[in-house]
């Protein structure tokens, strides 16, 4: 059995005292262990510092991008190995271990190509110039600088390739050296991929560096110029953010957390309308799409209340189809959850949703003798307004179909008492339905996806984050912000206004 390490300080060091055995979700096979603890952290903050942001701050934009796109090829390169390593270490099946490792190589490559069209500078520019007096003597632009610190990526076990690959291309994009702390539960994926940026050479030294184990007293050697994303739990999000030294030094968190999204049926969508079988199928996908384990799935199914019975008729039967099963099987289409103690939470939190909701399908039971697998499961409220269906993420192939009754007004009260998501999705061709849904739930969102007539068989669903687009959300879901193309690296470096004559303002501003 391999032992993970990490890479700080320039060298691989497999750490020591506790270790933790990861394992193979479908089979229970152990696969690799890591230990806990035993590394110098504050160490690898100083050399990220001073070795890494020195060399990066050293390069253009232009320079930066060419960077993430050879590191994008170099990951491609072995990305059979890989879905083979998403597959054993991940419980995915192959069209979910792309979902993750392809997004990570994409993303490399989308920020490669916006970066080429920053120009040959080592900073961005904000938005236009302005004329702050009488004549241009007196002129003002604003610039968005690297900050001169550290990026720490608290990355979440659902998406070990994507969840690093898109938080580091912003980060090197903007000039700032990232150390990777991996979800353990899907460590050895992680591992892999760090073994792979270190050896491609493409970064410069002190770029990057890979944490395996716990991350220690590592938020504790951080300062005013470093960031820390984070992905994960919402109450392991309050812990990250109420860190004393993270409090005292107002170091900059960015927190994507726990989410309830909803998916909402328009009162005019009648079961012939193509955007009826566009909801329909976005909802399963979102339920077993690695198998209910990811940030965007839909928790909450909104629906008319004269629809509830047929809506949670069709999706059982739609669920009922998917085959659950170790996925070295070709023809299964949902895997396990990622651990033991991820199964004992799906498990206890379907039980706690059935205080205020029935079963139609699937429910808590095992379905397995061997692997950590939960059958898709549908419940339908018995009462809407129970607060523990806005208020608890089974964060597992589980959803709740919630009946609204009068029209967009109680379908955007409902909507909103997931406390701030990351995505709801909408569906309807009435434009003033969405423009009053919309509208109401847009402050509570970080997304709004909208199906249509025009639009069903043309998108990619709401669960499928795009790098083109800002991933976040307020109140519960973390009140952070990544990705939105460029808006991806405001985290990571500092506007700052110049004023002064325009002529020689505009000539820094352009790099001159």
């Given at each position: ?240 953010r109420g860190n004393a030294n993270l409090i005292a030094h107002n170091v900059r968190v960015n927190i994507e957390a726990d989410s309830i999204n909803a998916a909402i049926l328009g ?246």
């Open positions: 059995m391999q032992t993970l390490e990490s890479f700080v300080a320039g060298r691989w060091a497999a750490g020591s005292g506790d270790r933790v055995v990861l394992d193979n979700p479908s089979t229970e096979e152990p696969l690799a262990e890591v230990a806990r603890g035993g590394l110098d952290l504050g160490e690898a903050v100083a050399w990220g510092r001073d070795v890494g942001g020195a060399a990066l701050r050293a390069m253009t934009l232009v320079e930066r991008a060419g960077m993430l796109g050879a590191l994008s090829k170099a990951l491609r390169e072995h990305r059979e190995e890989l879905l083979d390593l998403s597959q054993q270490n991940g419980g995915n099946t192959r069209g979910d271990a792309k979902f993750d490792v392809d997004g990570a190589i994409g993303t490399l490559a989308a920020y490669g190509a916006w970066g080429k069209a920053c120009g040959e500078r080592g900073w961005l520019v904000d938005g236009e110039g302005v004329q702050l007096g009488r004549t241009p003597r007196f002129w003002g632009e604003h610039l968005r600088v690297p900050k001169v610190g550290l990026a720490v990526h608290v990355n979440a076990f659902n998406f070990p390739a994507w969840g690093m690959g898109e938080k580091m291309a912003c980060a090197l994009l903007a000039g700032v050296p990232v150390l990777e702390k991996a979800g353990t539960a899907s460590a050895v994926l992680a591992w892999r991929l760090a073994q792979l940026v270190v050896g491609s050479g493409v970064l410069p030294e002190g770029a990057f560096q890979f944490l395996a184990g716990s991350v220690g007293d590592l938020l504790d050697h951080l300062g005013p110029q470093d960031v820390v994303a984070f992905t994960g739990s919402a109450d392991t999000g309050r812990k990250v009162p005019d969508v009648g079961d012939e309308d193509e955007v009826w079988n566009e909801f329909l199928g976005n909802v399963v996908v979102d339920m077993t799409q690695k198998a209910g384990q990811k940030c965007t799935a839909v928790r909450r199914v909104l629906v008319p209340a004269d629809r509830a019975d047929a809506v949670a008729e069709e999706l059982a039967a739609r669920l009922a189809d998917i085959r659950v099963g170790d996925v070295a099987d070709g023809q299964v289409r949902m895997g396990p959850v990622a651990s033991r103690a991820q199964l004992a939470d799906v498990r206890a939190g379907i039980a706690g949703l059935q205080a205020a909701a029935d079963v139609v399908c699937g429910g808590p039971a095992p379905i397995a003798d061997k692997g950590w697998f939960v059958a898709p499961t549908l419940l339908r409220a018995r009462d809407p307004e129970a607060a523990v269906l806005h208020e608890r993420e089974v964060f597992g192939p589980c959803a709740t179909v919630v009946p609204y009754e009068g029209g967009a007004a109680e379908a955007v009260r409902l909507t909103n008492r997931g406390g701030g998501s990351l995505v709801a999705s909408l569906y309807s061709n009435d434009r003033g339905f969405v423009t009053e849904v919309v509208t109401g739930i847009a402050p509570w969102h970080g997304r709004v996806w909208i199906g249509s007539e025009k639009s069903a068989g043309q998108t990619l669903g709401p669960g499928a984050v795009l790098p083109a687009s800002v991933h976040g959300g307020p109140g519960r879901a973390g009140g952070g912000e990544e990705l939105g193309g460029l808006r991806g690296l405001e985290p990571y470096t500092q506007r700052v206004a110049r004023q002064g004559d325009k002529g020689r303002v505009s000539r820094f501003t352009s790099g001159e």
